[in-house]
């Protein structure tokens, strides 16, 4: 999954498992891989808390994660 308003992606690993750049080492379903697409999107909306919470986590520990990754030429680099 890829946007044209963010540098973040999600990719399919196989037997509906996704990765998301910004969250290392987690595989998600394909629902939660479209809601951390979404926070990194829009990370302003008022349905982040809903999108968080369909990873697992709080807004606050989704935001932590996408800023201390820097995407590089479609690359996750830690920060």
Do not use: K
Not at 8 to 14: E, R, T
Not at 39 to 47: G, Q
């Amino acid at each position: 999954m890829v946007s044209d308003a963010t540098a973040h992606h999600a990719d399919y690993v196989g037997q509906d498992r996704w990765v998301v750049d910004y969250l290392p080492g987690r595989q998600l379903t394909r629902e939660q891989a479209r809601a951390a697409m979404r926070i990194a999107v829009a990370p302003d909306r008022f349905e982040v808390d809903a999108w968080a919470a369909t990873l697992g986590m709080t807004a606050a520990e989704v935001a932590r994660c996408e800023q201390s990754v820097l995407p590089v030429n479609g690359s996750a680099v830690a920060r």
